[in-house]
């Protein structure tokens, strides 16, 4: 009797290992819930990425709720520190961020960094712009190059941030794969991309570094003229505008903005993470929410991004060792 029982156990095991495939077997959770970490106050970037990224999440239906956490304090320290500090907690937890992440981190504004976490996935993308008024003689970033090069005290460039920050960094990187000298970059820092804008308009100086996403909109009413952006291809918003790369330099950059779990969450999570994130790519809500906000699909998950991660690491803190922002 033991010995039927045991062979129709083994013939229904067998029968059952035929009928589901190994790969569902092992297949990652699904995602019912994500609460998002913001590292910063309502209506700036991180907050509508997180509720951008959520809600079309949620409209679509590949998650069931999605909520908030605004966080501000030390830069993105306070969230950063707390999401480690609680990760037994936060398994259904994504934090948003971007290249600060990376610049405070060099620089010291917190001990921790990307890899105190665990990177989930880079989403979206604003590309930086180097703009001119509308009545500027610059046509092309090589006219622009060759005036520094002559005389760099004649091309004052403006930007959103402090020096060493990163519409600072983007110009000097340009500069440097040109072959000229970024420390002689005479960079003006405002306190806002709005004030920065303003300044270049005043004719206060020459040239802005911006994210495209801020001028795209002023370049398509015939105030700013888009030198060049960062991008590896030209960006179908503004298709005559060429790349920084078609002028022969050797120079991308992407503001990212993306995802972490906290620091030892499960394997099957994280990747559940990265596939709900990627199926999101298909659906209309996102493609609405990403076109309305002037957003690029920048898609890098798991060991990708975590690639990505290291070589920005690599490049921002070359050209910031070199400024003299780090030793």
Same mark, same amino acid.
Request: proline share 5%.
């Given at each position: ?38 590292? +910063? @106050?309502? %209506? =700036? ?9 959520? $809600?079309?999440? *949620? /409209?679509?239906? &590949? ?9 501000? +304090? @030390?830069? %993105? =320290? ?9 990760? $037994?907690?936060? *398994? /259904?937890?994504? &934090? ?232």
């Amino acid at each position: 009797m033991r010995k039927n029982w045991l062979l129709r156990l083994m013939v229904l095991l067998a029968l059952v290992s035929f009928a589901v495939p190994i790969n569902s077997v092992f297949a990652a959770p699904e995602v019912e819930k994500i609460h998002f970490i913001i590292p +910063g @106050g309502a %209506g =700036g970037g991180w907050d509508g990425t997180a509720r951008g990224v959520g $809600k079309a999440l *949620q /409209d679509s239906g &590949l998650i069931g709720n999605a909520s908030y956490e605004n966080m501000s +304090g @030390g830069g %993105g =320290g306070k969230a950063l520190n707390h999401l480690i500090s609680t990760a $037994k907690r936060q *398994q /259904d937890t994504m &934090l948003v961020n971007s290249t600060p992440i990376i610049i405070r981190s060099l620089t010291g504004v917190f001990p921790q960094s990307f890899r105190d976490l665990t990177p989930i996935a880079a989403v979206i993308a604003d590309y930086a712009a180097i703009v001119v008024p509308k009545d500027s003689k610059y046509h092309t970033i090589d006219q622009l190059i060759a005036d520094f090069k002559a005389d760099p005290r004649s091309v004052k460039i403006a930007g959103g941030s402090v020096k060493g920050g990163m519409d600072h960094l983007v110009p000097a990187m340009i500069i440097k794969a040109a072959g000229g000298d970024p420390l002689k970059l005479a960079y003006i820092p405002y306190d806002a991309g709005g004030k920065a804008m303003a300044g270049l308009l005043s004719g206060d100086t020459q040239a802005l570094s911006t994210g495209f996403g801020e001028a795209v909109g002023l370049a398509k009413q015939g105030e700013v003229r888009i030198l060049a952006v960062t991008s590896d291809e030209r960006l179908p918003q503004a298709p005559d505008v060429p790349t920084v790369k078609e002028a022969g330099l050797d120079m991308t950059f992407a503001n990212w903005r993306g995802f972490f779990g906290a620091p030892g969450l499960p394997e099957a999570k994280a990747q559940a993470f990265c596939d709900v994130l990627k199926k999101m790519y298909a659906t209309d809500d996102w493609k609405k929410i990403r076109d309305q906000r002037g957003w690029q699909d920048l898609y890098k998950p798991g060991a990708e991004f975590t690639a990505f991660l290291e070589k920005m690491e690599k490049d921002l803190g070359g050209i910031m060792r070199e400024l003299g922002f780090i030793q």
